[in-house]
């Protein structure tokens, strides 16, 4: 029997602000289906800076971690998820003068 790992999905930013929540809990063995299934329910809710209508997704320069990882540098969506594993989606964030 095969199962399926339950994670975590951390929103942050304004992605909070739009879904309500600041965690999801989903099953899924790719970070992927993940994203996939948080979409199908709540992309359309989201502002147009973060997700794109036409192709479905989030935009390219959101920021998704697994773990404190970027998947960029894992196997981006088809990297593969372990039970209590915590997924976080941010908008790009950038400094300001100190």
């Known amino acids: 029997m095969i199962l399926i790992p339950q994670v975590t999905l951390k929103l942050l930013a304004l992605f909070w602000e739009h879904v309500g929540a600041h965690e999801l809990t989903y099953e899924g063995a790719t970070v992927g289906e993940i994203l996939d299934k948080f979409i199908a329910k709540y992309g ?20 998704i971690l697994l773990n404190g990882r970027n998947i960029l540098f894992l196997k981006g969506r088809d990297t593969k998820l372990h039970e209590g594993d915590v997924i976080a989606i941010s908008p790009p964030i950038a400094g300001g003068a100190i």
């Open 44 to 63: 359309e809710s989201l502002d147009k800076s973060l997700y794109d209508p036409e192709s479905k997704s989030l935009r390219q320069y959101i920021l």
